[in-house]
């Protein structure tokens, strides 16, 4: 749901070093705690982007993509976009890049066994979006 | 002159789903489209979808709700909250935690003047009663297909139960004949073959389950494209009987009129709406139906505002010929 629109910005900004930052959305209907966000990777041209190095900005604070997991009391308003900065090995040339996000959300509600006392698992929602962006 | 309704009609602002998170509807936007369709119209909201306090209810929705519900004329209906027990990474909310939690949306609901909660399944929810009768707000589950109405075991816990501020909330994707017309063509327009297709509608007219749909399926092809068809085919399409609603009629304070697409016809191809609306008729249903649109789950460029106006004219129409 919404995986295309994943990727919110129209151009990537260079920001110092060889950091580069665009902002990005919940692939989903309602807000969810941060701590749901299982995985967030990057590709730029075809380069993964390690997870140490992808950043999200929330409420101006920077949270490493490995450390979501634990903000269980922070939410991502459904609304909101949020900057995520990647730090790459080079500074991107000028001129266009392709950038690839998949996201893995935990859907914290949705119970595999609909209620009913048994096995439980847990419901994974995986988006992909890829786009050109602009330096 | 027609027998007037004893339910009311109204919307989930989640049927606006597409127009809310492109931004080209506001909260606003959406309950003024809702109140274009005449006056009295009920209006259920997702709480986060809606409210930056979630959880709890923040000032700021609080005062922006009330001033559209009264500004356009809307009566609010449900609430629809969540027990949300994954949320903490590698392991369950305990029971305590789970509690705190839906006594925050028992509240919201309370201070926002809606007479309904709705979870999903979740293991404290029956033991909220005595804060239901004090909230004067009920608390209910969503019996959401492949759950169904006669059988689900919380539905049977909340019948012994027999407590007026407790019950449930079908949701009419549970009253299927069929998975719909626009969940086929979606999945025919990325590529899955005509034969899967068949074989999808053949074993779920069987009633047959996800896994035993699955391992037919697989002996034709499979790829991530099918496996989402298939986990979409009873996830989102139920075989429970309209008429398994008209004995437990009194555990019911409000319906989730689920559905996917009403045609120029005004024809739901897998929702049994005549049927639907016959059992509340019968079983003296008084609350309110949401009207809740869900094909932009498979096509982002329907009307939303037209669909639902379209599906409260067959909810009417039903009505007089039932």
């Keep these: ?135 | 002159m027609s027998e007037k309704m004893p339910f009311g009609l109204g919307a989930t602002l989640y049927s606006f789903n597409i127009d809310y998170y492109t931004y080209r509807r506001t909260m606003e936007d959406c309950m003024a489209a809702l109140a274009s369709l005449g006056p009295g119209q009920g209006v259920e909201v997702v709480a986060p979808m809606m409210d930056r306090g979630y959880p709890s209810v923040s000032p700021e929705f609080e005062a922006r709700l009330k001033n559209a519900l009264e500004k356009y004329e809307l009566v609010p209906t449900c609430y629809s909250g969540y027990a949300d027990p994954q949320r903490i990474t590698g392991r369950y909310t305990t029971y305590e935690e789970q509690k705190e939690y839906l006594l925050l949306q028992l509240n919201a609901a309370k201070t926002l003047g809606f007479p309904v909660l709705r979870v999903q399944p979740c293991r404290t929810l029956l033991d909220l009663a005595p804060y239901a009768e004090k909230a004067g707000v009920k608390i209910t589950y969503e019996i959401h297909a492949p759950m169904r109405v006669e059988d689900h075991p919380l539905a049977q816990q909340i019948i012994e139960l027999d407590n007026p501020w407790v019950g449930f909330v079908p949701d009419c994707g549970t009253f299927c004949r069929a998975p719909s017309d626009v969940y086929f063509k979606r999945f025919a327009d990325q590529g899955v073959p005509q034969e899967i297709a068949d074989c999808i509608r053949a074993l779920w007219a069987k009633g047959c389950t996800q896994d035993e749909i699955r391992a037919e399926v697989k002996k034709l092809a499979y790829n991530d494209v099918i496996a989402l068809m298939v986990t979409e085919s009873t996830e989102y399409f139920g075989h429970s009987d309209p008429a398994a609603m008209i004995p437990v009629m009194k555990f019911i304070p409000h319906i989730h009129g689920k559905f996917f697409y009403v045609d120029d016809a005004g024809t739901e191809s897998a929702v049994r709406l005549p049927e639907v609306v016959a059992a509340l008729k019968q079983g003296g249903f008084t609350g309110y139906i949401s009207s809740e649109y869900e094909g932009h789950h498979w096509y982002a460029d329907t009307d939303a505002l037209d669909q639902i106006r379209r599906h409260q004219a067959v909810i009417r129409r039903c009505f007089a010929e039932a």
């Design chain 1, 1 to 135: 749901m919404f995986d295309e629109l994943m990727i919110h910005s129209e151009r990537l900004t260079a920001k110092s070093g060889t950091d580069v930052a665009l902002d990005i959305r919940l692939p989903w209907y309602r807000s969810l705690p941060l701590s749901c966000v299982e995985r967030l990777e990057f590709t730029v041209d075809g380069a993964a982007v390690p997870p140490e190095k992808t950043v999200l900005l929330s409420d101006g604070v920077p949270y490493p993509a490995e450390k979501l997991r634990e903000l269980s009391e922070t939410q991502w308003f459904v609304l909101d976009t949020k900057q995520a900065v990647l730090t790459l090995d080079a500074p991107l040339t000028p001129g266009t890049h392709e950038v690839a996000l998949a996201m893995q959300l935990r859907v914290p509600y949705r119970d595999t066994n609909y209620g009913v006392p048994g096995i439980e698992e847990t419901y994974i929602q995986f988006a992909s979006c890829r786009r050109m962006l602009t330096v």
